[in-house]
């Protein structure tokens, strides 16, 4: 049986998915789960809490969704003959991160408007932080194959993201579609990871992601409940893998109900 916290994120995800983060709400929420409007207040202390949820819900989809579209490459791989180099890897965890992007465009557009959460949400620093260190060490690692061995690898970690995050967003907001082709968002993943990572070829051949789902089977467990001032702490807990952003909002975005 669903949780009332789960049917609410749940209603979350959907109202996102048709009217925007514009239309992200608590009244929107309760009305879209048939609940009164004081009913999130119940299970979470505000709107930006409930939004923390549900990114944090969308890093751990990522990070299960990379794991898997690695593990099926190293399948594919094997079945070849073959085995996947460690920079290989990470080209195929940029594919994936842009494929998440496409397929669950609102939760992920939550994931990266630290505006809208509380970025204090233990799930949020948990799963982003997480989410942010499996690129790190898919980039050591082909750092050890001898790939830049002179730069850090958050550093190099930090460009990959960029370059995914960059083309994902552009391919939502139609600008892809709109300069190169109908067909950008398809082709150019491939391109732009061979690109980033110096690879001879593409890794088309080692991935299916159109056979696979972002979602994971089950939700993320819960943490218990944020009080709803922070408490200032002599040790801070990890940053989520969400820099903030370089330009920040203009004023504050108001928690609506």
Known sequence: MTSP???LLQSARDVVATDGL?????????????????APLRHF?????????????GFARLIATIDD?????DTAAAALGTTVTARQRVAVAGRAYVYVALS??????????????????????????AAFQQL?????AAQEEGWRPDDTATDLA????????GLADLAL?????????PDAAARLPSLSTTLALGLDEPVDHLIDLDSRSSRPSSPVPPSPPAPSSPVPSSSPAPPPSVPPSPVPPSSPSPTRS
């Open 45 to 57: 202390p505000s709107l930006a809490a409930l939004l923390a949820a549900l990114a944090a819900e």
């Open 136 to 140: 790190v060490d898919l980039v050591a």
């Open 5 to 7: 916290r789960e049917r």
């Open 104 to 129: 669950d465009p609102g939760v992920y557009a939550v994931m990266f408007r630290q505006e809208r959460i509380d970025v204090t949400w233990p799930d949020y620093q948990q799963h982003g932080f």
């Open 173 to 181: 907001h139609g600008s892809l579609a709109a300069t190169v082709g």
């Open 69 to 73: 579209t690695l593990a099926a490459a």
């Open 158 to 165: 930090g460009v990959v993201w960029a370059n995914v995050h």
């Open 22 to 38: 514009e239309g992200l709400t608590l009244r929107a929420i309760a009305r879209h789960a048939g609940v009164s409007h004081g």
